[in-house]
């Protein structure tokens, strides 16, 4: 059955990916460009030491919304 095949055989090989010094606007960028919905983040070994996903970059502009309506308001 499907649900047994090891994930290696059907994962993604040459995946997109960003450095962890790269800025939110070329993640964003990336992710939109790419249609994709995560990004693993690379040290300069190319090593993985994260994933950013639409979900975090939704939540850093919410909160610099936030932090904009917050000094609105003041």
Not at 21 to 43: F, M, N, Q
Not at 61 to 71: D, N, W
């Amino acid at each position: 059955p499907v649900l047994r095949t090891p994930i290696r055989d059907i994962m993604k090989r040459d995946v997109a990916c960003i450095a962890a010094d790269c800025s939110l606007y070329e993640a964003a960028r990336k992710l939109t460009d790419d249609g994709i919905s995560s990004l693993p983040v690379v040290d300069e070994k190319r090593r993985m030491v994260g994933l950013a996903t639409v979900t975090d970059f939704m939540r850093a502009m919410l909160a610099t919304y936030k932090l904009a309506e917050t000094l609105d308001a003041a």
